[in-house]
């Protein structure tokens, strides 16, 4: 008894709550202490992610009790004839942005301060009841069936079946044993389809060399979209991961002068960034977020690049290759892209399913309907197949 009150408390209720009381201040909590609200604060984010730890622990624990139940838990919850003590204290007054709603001053204040930090792939807790996500679970289904239909009719090797299980059995894994939508799920999830994808679509257009540099190109552009960072991390990734793709197709073809690439990239990189600071610099820019030089920095290293590989006369043969492999580099770039936004419908639907089940019951939901879709489609391609 003494537990069950704790997690009253942890969750800052009466003891003796509802289910729906306890359901509902688990979404105001999550959202309150939710770690991507502290992303310019690591210490700050550390605390945020001990703290929901506890929170989610007290869910779980109590609406497993009360679903388990048929009476109230403790009988100190006061009766309606008498006036109920207060769910939870209210805070104390924002002297900036005054409450919108009397009767909950820490929502609109809460969600008045959040939109400071960024959301991208944030769940949003405080709304409304949950219910099953039909239409991202639909289109898990279909884009799994997608993929696989484009697998059979290429008459692709059997690994590639195991990369495209291997990448959706991950997803689900990784959400179901961190029970939230945090960063590091989204993290991991997207940084296994980026590379699943970029390692098929690059063994159809070059080999394994090629499967091996996209994959590592895939990789590295699924975790920047799954952390958001800031834009000059984004545009150095972006920038190495195009020569990495464009070096390890041209290996992967059987082009010279791989080093000249890499060598003409990075001076052409230098020579870019400095004449855009010059750019900013002239134009007198006061935002600090020096725009002429990222941009000059990523164009000046993909020109580089890709001029270093027009000088080889086999990197020129290469650049005929690619032009009459369309066929391959299409079926490619469709299991890649039928990879990463079945991998994104799946987590979506996931983030929903977890606020109504618990780790195991939503991991077993999309393990059916992700097999359910890849069967499906072997089963299309097959039966259509003249």
């Avoid at 959040?114 to 884009?143: C, D, E, G, K, M």
């Amino acid at each position: 008894m003494d537990e069950i009150n704790q997690y009253y408390k942890i969750l800052e209720l009466e003891p003796g709550a509802s289910l729906e009381e306890v359901k509902e201040a688990y979404r105001d909590l999550a959202f309150v202490w939710h770690p991507d609200r502290f992303v310019q604060n690591p210490r700050l984010q550390a605390k945020a992610q001990t703290r929901l730890k506890e929170i989610n622990e007290a869910y779980h624990k109590l609406r497993y009790s009360l679903s388990n139940s048929q009476q109230q838990i403790a009988p100190t919850r006061p009766t309606p004839q008498t006036q109920p003590t207060p769910r939870r204290p209210p805070p104390p007054p924002h002297r900036s942005t005054p409450p919108q709603s009397p009767q909950r001053p820490r929502n609109s204040n809460t969600h008045h301060n959040f939109q400071q930090y960024p959301q991208t792939f944030t769940r949003q807790p405080n709304s409304t009841t949950p219910h099953i996500p039909w239409a991202n679970l639909v289109s898990t289904f279909l884009f799994y069936a997608m993929t696989a239909w484009v697998l059979v009719i290429s008459q692709v090797p059997a690994w590639t079946w195991a990369v495209v299980e291997g990448v959706a059995w991950m997803g689900m894994t990784v959400l179901a044993i961190e029970g939230s939508s945090s960063q590091r799920c989204w993290a991991i999830a997207m940084l296994g389809a980026g590379g699943g994808a970029g390692w098929i679509a690059g063994n159809y257009v070059g080999g394994t060399t090629t499967a091996l540099a996209w994959a590592i190109v895939g990789c590295s552009l699924g975790a920047i979209a799954g952390i958001e960072p800031k834009a000059r991390t984004v545009a150095i990734v972006v920038t190495i991961s195009g020569v990495i793709a464009l070096v390890g197709f041209l290996a992967g073809n059987g082009a010279e002068n791989i080093l000249l690439v890499v060598v003409g990239s990075i001076i052409w990189a230098a020579g870019g960034f400095i004449f855009g600071t010059i750019v900013d610099a002239t134009i007198s820019s006061k935002t600090g977020t020096g725009v002429g030089s990222m941009l000059g920095f990523v164009l000046g290293a993909w020109v580089g690049a890709w001029s270093a590989a027009w000088s080889s006369t086999r990197s020129k043969n290469v650049a005929i290759a690619l032009v009459s492999a369309g066929p391959d580099i299409i079926i490619g770039s469709w299991v890649a892209l039928g990879i990463v936004a079945g991998v994104i419908s799946q987590m979506v639907a996931g983030e929903k399913l977890i606020e109504l089940f618990n780790g195991f019951f939503t991991f077993l939901i999309l393990a059916i309907i992700s097999g359910l879709g890849l069967g499906f489609g072997w089963w299309l391609s097959t039966s259509l197949r003249i």
